[in-house]
Antibody, heavy 113, light 112 residues
Framework: QVQLQQWGAGLLKPSETLSLTCTIY????????WNWIRQPPGKGLEWIGK???????NYNPSLKSRVTISVDTSKNQFSLKLSSLTAADTAVYYC???????WGQGTLVTVSS | DIVMTQTPLSLSVTPGQPASISCKSS???????????LYWYLQKPGQPPQLLIY???NRFFGVPDRFSGSGSGTDFTLKISRVEAEDVGVYYC?????????FGQGTKLEIK
């Protein structure tokens, strides 16, 4: 059974860059798109972007200028970088395979000075 | 972007009674390849969302058959035939017919 384990810094300052990594256990990259999704506290879900095993990406236009999603197939990992953080980027960030099976456990990222 | 609008935003249901959630999209979700990429998720407190229904009406593995999805074009519905206590949480619809993927606002289901 495929599992996703994600990690990264949870407390960042305004203008800094968020960096999160998601490792895939029990499965391979091929045949799927791998997504990042976020959820501000008490609010709904926002799709950030996706990547496939060959590195082809799609980003949400609302974040595109600040987002980079990359893949390291040798480590079965994919990563998210979000630059120029503001308080509005405070959210739980999730990685997920395909249309949502499975999801990572989520990482709360707080942006505060 | 395609806007997804869910109604109601909250629902309080007696165990054993049915429940229904509507999801309307601002554009047709019928893809040029003939499929409709509309999904339903349940997010239980403190957990990531879990996939319930894919492509409008297909129950995901392990999802009880009291959950059903229907609809076409711009109008979709999630029905729970008999609500159980474990069904509490927030239900989201999502479309991936057109990027960016977009979610409804969520419908919070509570048990009376």
């Amino acid at each position: 059974q495929v599992q996703l384990q994600q990690w990264g810094a949870g407390l960042l300052k305004p203008s800094e860059t968020l960096s999160l990594t998601c490792t895939i256990y029990g499965g391979s990259f091929s045949g799927y798109y791998w997504n990042w999704i976020r959820q501000p506290p008490g609010k709904g879900l926002e799709w950030i972007g996706k990547i496939n095993h060959s590195g082809s990406t799609n980003y949400n236009p609302s974040l595109k200028s600040r987002v980079t999603i990359s893949v390291d197939t040798s480590k079965n990992q994919f990563s998210l970088k979000l630059s120029s953080l503001t308080a509005a980027d405070t959210a739980v960030y999730y990685c997920a395979r395909g249309v949502g099976d499975p999801w990572g456990q989520g990482t709360l990222v707080t942006v505060s000075s | 972007d395609i806007v997804m609008t869910q109604t109601p935003l909250s629902l309080s249901v007696t165990p054993g009674q049915p429940a229904s959630i509507s999801c309307k999209s601002s554009q047709s979700l019928l893809h040029s390849e003939g499929k409709t990429y509309l999904y339903w998720y349940l997010q239980k407190p403190g957990q990531p969302p879990q996939l319930l229904i894919y492509e409008v009406s297909n129950r995901f593995f392990g999802v009880p058959d009291r959950f059903s999805g229907s609809g076409s074009g711009t109008d979709f519905t999630l029905k729970i035939s008999r609500v159980e206590a474990e069904d509490v949480g927030v239900y989201y619809c999502m479309q991936s017919t057109q990027l960016p993927k977009t979610f409804g606002q969520g419908t919070k289901l509570e048990i009376k």
